[in-house]
């Protein structure tokens, strides 16, 4: 079982990066897909989710309207396209595949917002 992230990087305030996550060794389809992140001496934490078969979305307050989940199940991908970026946004991000039965995470892709 893998996760792969990137697309991260530094990005100045207001600017956008999309982060990819790749899959492979599990039914992708039927997992729930969640994007994390951790900052710096923070608790990690949930910023979108994207639900197998309903496709049911869920967005941190924090993000909403600046964050946009998808995924391609043909390609066993999520992505997150991030746009408007803020200093508060530098973190850690981590790719979570999640079923009733069983979890997996990346290793997570770096983002820094920073002028």
């Known amino acids: 079982v893998q996760l792969v992230e990137s697309g991260g990087g530094l990005v100045q305030p207001g600017g956008s990066l999309i982060l990819s996550c790749v899959a492979s060794?599990?039914?992708?389809?039927?997992?729930?897909m969640n994007w994390y992140r951790q900052a710096p001496g923070k608790e990690r934490e949930l910023v979108a989710s994207?639900?197998?078969?309903?496709?049911?979305?869920y967005y941190v307050a924090s993000v909403k309207g600046r964050f946009t989940i998808s995924r391609d199940n043909a390609k066993n991908a999520v992505y997150l396209q991030m746009n408007s970026l803020k200093l508060e946004d530098t973190a850690m991000y981590y790719c979570?595949?999640?079923?009733?039965?069983?979890?997996?995470w990346g290793r997570g892709t770096q983002v820094a917002v920073s002028s």
């Open positions: 979570h595949a999640k079923n009733w039965a069983y979890d997996y």
């Open positions: 994207m639900a197998a078969y309903t496709d049911t979305i």
């Open positions: 060794g599990f039914a992708f389809s039927r997992y729930d």
